[in-house]
C-alpha cells in the first residue's frame, strides 16, 4: 500500500488520541469508535511501519522507545496541521487543552492567582493543572509544561526563563520564643531542623561563614514531601525550614515567619524555567501561548 492510499494523518490522531488518553477505549470514546477499531488501526500502523509503538501486555499502556519516539513526532505534526488551518482561515484565537506541571508553591502562590487572568484572556484554552514537587516525565505523564527551578540537567527539555529566586532559614516567633534565636551556623545543630521525604539536589543548607560556603545538614524527627507542608508545619512552630522566598514572603511580611540567620544567608539566586517538549517552532500555539502569558506575569 502506498503512503497515498493510507490517511496518515488521521492515523496519527488516533495514535496520539490513545497516548494522551492512556488507553484504547477512552480514545474510543472521545474519537467515537469503538475499542476494538481503534485497536485494529494501531495495528496496521504498526504493522506497516515495522515497529511496535505501545505494550499491550499491561493494564497500564506502556510506550514503546519507538512509540514514544514517534508520539512526539505526530503531536509537532498534528500541531503543524492545526496551525495551518488556523492560519489559512484567518486566524483566531488558540483553542485546545494545556496540562501544566508545578510545583505546589509555586502552584499555590504563583499559578494559581494568575488562572483568572488567563482564562478571562484566553476563553477557549484549557488548562489542567498538576502540582507535586516530584519531577515529572513530560512524556510519560502527558504534561506539555512543567516549571523547575535550580540548575537544569541535560535532557531533550527547552527551557524559558520566568525568573530567579532566593531562599532563606524562616521560624515562627512562637518556636523562636520556646527554643531561643540560632545567632550562628553552628547554632542550629541544636535546633530542629525540617527536611524533605525525598531526595534533593542539595539536602543540605549551605551557610556562608568567613567567606566560605559551609553546609549543614538537615536533622529532624519530621519531614514532608512538598514544601507547602514545609510552610505549615514552620507557621504551627515545629521547627525551622529552608524556602524560596516568594514561597514565604506573605508570611513574613504577616509576622507569621521570621528570617534567621541572614548575616550567613549567601543568596544564592535559583533561576525558574518553564520546560517543555521540542523547539519552539515546533510547539502547538496553544502551548505557546502559555509560555508567553507566564514569561510576562510570573513575579518572583
Known sequence: MSPTDVNRSGEMEVFVQ???????????RHLELTPSAVSKLIGRLEARLGARLVHRSTRKLQLTPEGSEFYERCARVLADIDEAERSASGGGAPR??????????????VLLPLVPRFAEQYPELALDITLT???????EERTDIAIR?????ASGLVARLLGETRQAIVAAPAYLR??????????????????WS????????????????VEIKVAGSVRAGDG?????LAIEGVGLARLSLFHVQADLDAGRLVPVL???????????????????????????????????????
Not at 514537587?133 to 512524556?139: C, H
Open 133 to 139: 514537587d516530584q519531577v515529572v516525565d513530560l512524556m
Open 198 to 213: 525525598y531526595r534533593r539536589s542539595r539536602p543540605d543548607w549551605p551557610m556562608l561563614v568567613d567567606g566560605r560556603c
Open 178 to 195: 520556646r527554643h531561643g534565636t540560632p545567632r550562628t551556623p553552628g547554632d542550629l545543630l541544636v535546633h530542629k531542623r525540617l527536611g
Open 18 to 28: 490513545v497516548v494522551d488518553r492512556g488507553g484504547f477505549s477512552a480514545a474510543a
Open 149 to 153: 527551578w535550580g540548575r537544569l540537567p
Open 262 to 300: 541572614e548575616a550567613f544567608n549567601p543568596g544564592e539566586r535559583e533561576p525558574v524555567h518553564a520546560v517543555y517538549l521540542g523547539g519552539p517552532g515546533r510547539l502547538p500555539a496553544r502551548v505557546r501561548v502559555v509560555l508567553d502569558f507566564l514569561v510576562d506575569h510570573v513575579v518572583l
Open 96 to 109: 485546545g487543552r494545556v496540562r501544566v506541571n508545578a510545583s505546589l508553591p509555586f502552584g499555590h502562590h
Open 228 to 232: 507547602e507542608t514545609l510552610r505549615r
